[in-house]
């Protein structure tokens, strides 16, 4: 639907400042928090509040809470987003620049900030991996199950330190990954440009409600997402509507275990999926449950299982 003549006047006057377009440009290399954006900009918070706020009322970004912090966004509509980037097309640079190499400052403390946090937690990393099967292995079945590629699109929901991003990336066009932890977005995007990947968004995103196209990715991933959630169903769901025609789903988890310790040690919500209730929530989901990869562990532990689901080929994809 095309933005009404109210509309487009509303969301130009909301452009209608210079700081207003410093913001813009900033929110369009990646999202960002009031913070980050005050330190940048060399303004006040209350400042930068106040113009945040009015563009968010027209429509321009979108803001959205992550712990006790908030952040903003360019909006996810096409109009309003094809009319920003016009405005910011025609927009003389030379303050921009500045915007953008104090922005390169805050992304470099960022990735400091995000190996010390991944220090943190790597012993408990290290531990959940001590209870299955060797992880160079689950990649390399994982690769076997998404197949040979190219591919259009890759999508991995809840992609942590962004490994399947990694692992996939160089036999992608674009690839997207979402989490709602803006410290393991940090470490992603770390590991993803240490690859040398430049197709590559990484989003902050609900695995319940991604706000993507549907059928709009070839290949989608959710890799040790699934044991976490309370509604596991209703993820599988969400992630099966961005299949394409043609395309597959690859979930990554447990095989039912009696780990019950996981449960408080690292806020495992279920002990495991069995094949069939997997393969149920596939066809549900409108797609073709493959022959799960099962692999056992090289030792008395956890049984990782990769699901695939499969959407038939029923018409000429476009991805969006």
Excluded at 206 to 234: C, G, K, M
Aim: glycine share 6%; net charge negative.
């Amino acid at each position: 639907m095309n933005l009404s003549a109210d509309q487009t006047v509303e969301i130009l006057r909301a452009t209608g400042e210079p700081t207003r377009l410093r913001i813009l440009s900033l929110l369009a290399a990646e999202e960002l928090s009031v913070m980050e954006l005050s330190r940048v900009l060399d303004q006040s918070q209350p400042r930068v509040s106040r113009h945040l706020k009015l563009m968010a009322d027209a429509g321009l970004i979108e803001r959205f809470p992550d712990g006790a912090r908030v952040y903003y966004r360019l909006s996810h509509d096409a109009q309003a987003r094809r009319l920003t980037d016009t405005v910011l097309d025609i927009l003389a640079d030379d303050e921009g620049e500045a915007d953008h190499r104090r922005l390169e400052e805050v992304r470099s403390e960022r990735a400091a900030d995000a190996a010390r946090y991944f220090e943190q937690v790597a012993p408990q990393w290290d531990q959940m991996r001590s209870l299955y099967v060797c992880e160079t292995d689950v990649e390399k079945a994982v690769e076997q199950a998404a197949g040979p590629g190219p591919f259009d699109r890759v999508v991995d929901l809840g992609t942590g330190s962004g490994r399947m991003l990694t692992l996939l990336g160089k036999k992608a066009k674009m690839s997207v990954g979402l989490d709602l932890s803006q410290n393991m977005l940090n470490i992603a995007r770390a590991n993803v440009t240490k690859a040398g990947l430049d197709k590559v968004e990484l989003r902050h995103g609900d695995i319940f409600s991604t706000r993507l196209p549907a059928e709009s990715a070839d290949l989608v991933i959710v890799h040790q997402v699934l044991h976490y959630l309370n509604d596991p169903v209703a993820a599988v769901s969400e992630a099966a509507r961005l299949v394409a025609p043609g395309g597959r789903l690859l979930i990554v988890d447990f095989a039912p275990h009696n780990f019950e310790q996981l449960r408080e040690e690292h806020q495992h919500r279920r002990l495991g999926f069995a094949d069939e209730e997997i393969a149920d929530w596939l066809e549900q989901s409108g797609l073709q449950a493959a022959d799960p990869i099962i692999l056992p562990p090289d030792r008395e532990g956890l049984t990782v299982h990769i699901w695939t689901g499969i959407r038939a080929a029923e018409h000429v994809r476009k991805i969006a």
